[in-house]
């Protein structure tokens, strides 16, 4: 799901239960406010903001406590992510705009503070990408990356890498340092049922002068070959092989829904002890649909064994 053609179909759907079910599972407000909290918020009247890869406005929510939400640019991709954060009534105030989180349509020296969540895993060259978050921030400016880490479970490590990209911990480093921020710092974020607390990570970064990146870099080529073909150039053999590599990408990745549930309830036999988050009434629908399709499962194939 790495490519942006994919994400945008993924997210056609997505959408339409993000908040109900994949963030209070995935990506907590507990989460959200500890990775902020890494975050300098001084002055916040005159802070100027970009939320990039906003999606349902989410994060925005929690940087919308810290700063006037007329002071924060919200930028996505996803028209459909876009809708879900336009109705929110606390960020009415926002400017929203859709936009590319490896080409920002912004000047040089623009914003104090950036800042992206959960999107860096969708980018097809996130060194190209964090390259754009110094170029948009002004001397001094501070950006906040938030993104997954590779698992470590064998199972979870497959389907995972079958979703999308989860880029190991010392990439996320790399980034920065190559990107030329310096005071870098960082904190790890999980949710209460992850027994590893590398579940996720907060990296934060300076802009220390003014422009672009010294950093010479050559963008990673687009692939031309499926995910990048324009509508009028799309035959109908590579638009099948890219319906089948979205289907593939959604498969693995609502995978996931029905493992994070387990998982909550089953934390405190796993030995966690960490305070739970109540599932909510989508959560536990969800829940139950995958106790049904489990019991009918195993009912058959003990009626299969007599």
Same mark, same amino acid.
Not at 153 to 166: E, G
């Given at each position: 799901?790495?490519?942006?053609?994919?994400?945008?179909?993924?997210?056609?759907?997505?959408?339409?239960?993000?908040?109900?079910?994949?963030?209070?599972?995935?990506?907590?407000?507990?989460?959200?406010?500890?990775?902020?909290?890494?975050?300098?918020?001084?002055?916040?009247?005159?802070?100027?903001?970009?939320?990039?890869?906003?999606?349902?406005?989410?994060?925005?929510?929690?940087?919308?406590?810290?700063?006037?939400?007329?002071?924060?640019?919200?930028?996505?991709?996803?028209?459909?992510?876009?809708?879900?954060?336009?109705?929110?009534?606390?960020?009415?105030?926002?400017?929203?705009?859709?936009?590319?989180?490896?080409?920002?349509?912004?000047?040089?020296?623009?914003?104090?503070?950036?800042?992206?969540?959960?999107?860096?895993?969708?980018?097809?060259?996130?060194?190209? /990408?964090? !390259?754009? %978050?110094? +170029? @948009? =921030?002004?001397?001094?400016?501070?950006?906040?990356?938030?993104? #997954?880490?590779?698992? *470590?479970?064998?199972?979870?490590?497959?389907?995972?890498?079958?979703?999308?990209?989860?880029?190991?911990?010392?990439?996320?480093?790399?980034?920065?340092?190559?990107?030329?921020?310096?005071?870098?710092?960082?904190?790890?974020?999980?949710?209460?049922?992850?027994?590893?607390?590398?579940?996720?990570?907060?990296?934060?970064?300076?802009?220390?002068?003014?422009?672009?990146?010294?950093?010479?870099?050559?963008?990673?080529?687009?692939?031309?070959?499926?995910?990048?073909?324009?509508?009028?150039?799309?035959?109908?053999?590579? /638009?099948? !092989?890219? %319906?089948? +590599? @979205? =289907?593939?990408?959604?498969?693995?990745?609502?995978?996931?829904? #029905?493992?994070?549930? *387990?998982?909550?309830?089953?934390?405190?036999?796993?030995?966690?002890?960490?305070?739970?988050?109540?599932?909510?009434?989508?959560?536990?629908?969800?829940?139950?649909?995958?106790?049904?399709?489990?019991?009918?499962?195993?009912?058959?194939?003990?009626?299969?064994?007599?």
């Amino acid at each position: 799901m790495q490519h942006k053609k994919e994400a945008y179909w993924f997210y056609r759907y997505l959408s339409i239960f993000y908040d109900k079910l994949v963030n209070p599972l995935f990506w907590t407000e507990k989460m959200r406010e500890k990775s902020l909290d890494l975050g300098y918020w001084d002055d916040p009247e005159t802070l100027r903001v970009i939320d990039v890869g906003s999606g349902t406005g989410f994060t925005t929510e929690g940087i919308v406590r810290r700063v006037p939400s007329e002071n924060v640019t919200c930028v996505d991709q996803s028209p459909h992510q876009m809708s879900r954060a336009l109705a929110k009534r606390e960020l009415a105030g926002c400017t929203f705009q859709l936009g590319d989180a490896e080409a920002l349509p912004f000047d040089d020296d623009t914003f104090d503070r950036y800042v992206s969540a959960g999107s860096i895993e969708y980018w097809p060259d996130p060194q190209l /990408g964090i !390259l754009e %978050a110094y +170029r @948009v =921030l002004k001397p001094g400016g501070w950006a906040l990356m938030i993104g #997954p880490l590779e698992p *470590v479970n064998p199972f979870s490590k497959f389907v995972a890498n079958t979703w999308m990209l989860f880029p190991p911990e010392e990439d996320y480093h790399q980034y920065f340092e190559n990107a030329g921020f310096d005071r870098i710092d960082y904190t790890y974020v999980a949710p209460y049922w992850q027994k590893s607390e590398r579940y996720g990570i907060a990296i934060i970064g300076r802009k220390p002068q003014a422009g672009k990146s010294p950093y010479a870099y050559t963008p990673v080529p687009h692939e031309t070959a499926v995910v990048n073909a324009e509508q009028e150039g799309m035959s109908l053999g590579r /638009g099948m !092989l890219l %319906a089948g +590599r @979205v =289907l593939a990408g959604s498969a693995a990745g609502f995978l996931f829904i #029905p493992m994070a549930l *387990v998982a909550s309830i089953t934390a405190p036999l796993r030995g966690i002890d960490k305070e739970p988050e109540p599932l909510n009434q989508h959560q536990k629908v969800a829940l139950v649909a995958v106790g049904v399709i489990a019991t009918i499962f195993i009912v058959n194939r003990l009626a299969k064994r007599r």
